[in-house]
């Protein structure tokens, strides 16, 4: 993908490919999948296994960014119902999917996030903004509230009740991140060195994915996790300053996108780790295993790379 000129994708055959593909990886694990570990979000495909939430990441990004560039050409950007209404349905509808056949909250967070990303970018009216924050807010309570009064909050409602005092049952709801807590008081100043950790011995369920950070401190200390913490903040200023640096705005709001990909998968990652937030199963860029989710982050990289290229090149023929 760092090969490939990014602009190639910024057409409407290519947009209805990556809204097609975005609506049909749900709709793929519903008749394919099969569950593992109480959620049905996978498929195999060729003998391999493969998480298809992990590209509706990348297919929305692309989506959303060409769908903007074209409406931004036409001089559309102010007309509610393209702007807002049709852009914002349509990420809901994919959303909604995603949780109700996948039940993957964290994927249609994330999904969702980077979508608002996007069109916050795209240079809507503020008034604008000022609704879909008022809207958002208003049904994330709603739901919240509507669910714990009914009894209907599940083992989402048993995750924030444990988040907020781990230690009172911590054989049991609160295991995982007690054991988290745990690893990563005792990686004290420079850990127990590569590969000496002792949490991730069956200790720590999921030690290799959604608690790597947990590791990460534990065998490098919190001088090693402060230099992850501070590499990750300079990857993210990259790619702020290519969608800075980019000259169409298509490649813009692509870094964009991914700005907001890689920002919420490294903080809800490493918040989780540290009881900052309730659990719930979010990889680790770089560091946590899976073979999508690594394929999907070097994709996007790739991406990147091509913009980076793209974009240098054009300067310097100026």
Request: charged share 15%; hydrophobic share 50%.
């Amino acid at each position: 993908f760092a090969s490939i000129d990014y602009r190639i994708f910024d057409n409407k055959f290519f947009r209805s490919v990556f809204l097609l593909g975005a609506l049909a990886s749900p709709i793929l694990v519903y008749f394919l999948g099969y569950e593992s570990n109480f959620a049905k979000r996978w498929i195999m495909i060729g003998g391999f296994s493969v998480q298809p939430s992990e590209f509706v990441k990348v297919f929305m990004i692309l989506y959303l960014s060409s769908y903007y560039s074209k409406i931004i050409k036409e001089g559309e950007i102010d007309n509610f119902k393209k702007s807002v209404f049709f852009p914002v349905a349509t990420v809901l509808a994919i959303s909604g999917l995603i949780f109700k056949i996948e039940n993957h909250f964290s994927s249609a967070m994330v999904i969702s996030f980077i979508s608002l990303g996007i069109i916050f970018a795209s240079g809507i009216k503020f008034r604008y903004i000022i609704y879909l924050a008022f809207f958002a807010l208003a049904g994330i309570y709603a739901l919240f509230n509507l669910k714990f009064k009914t009894g209907q909050a599940g083992f989402r409602g048993s995750r924030v009740k444990t988040f907020l005092d781990p230690w009172s049952d911590p054989q049991g709801k609160g295991y995982q991140i007690t054991q988290s807590l745990i690893a990563i008081g005792s990686g004290g100043w420079f850990g127990k060195g590569i590969g000496q950790s002792i949490q991730k011995k069956k200790y720590l369920p999921y030690a290799q994915n959604d608690f790597i950070f947990a590791i990460i401190v534990e065998e490098i200390g919190l001088v090693g996790a402060v230099a992850v913490i501070i590499a990750f903040f300079l990857l993210i200023f990259l790619i702020w300053r290519i969608a800075m640096n980019s000259k169409d705005i298509f490649g813009k709001l692509i870094a964009v996108g991914f700005t907001a990909f890689f920002t919420i998968q490294i903080f809800v990652n490493i918040a989780v780790a540290i009881g900052l937030i309730p659990v719930t199963g979010m990889s680790l860029p770089f560091f946590s295993s899976g073979g999508t989710s690594i394929m999907v982050t070097y994709l996007a990289i790739g991406i990147l790379i091509s913009i980076s290229r793209v974009n240098n090149s054009i300067e310097e023929k100026k």
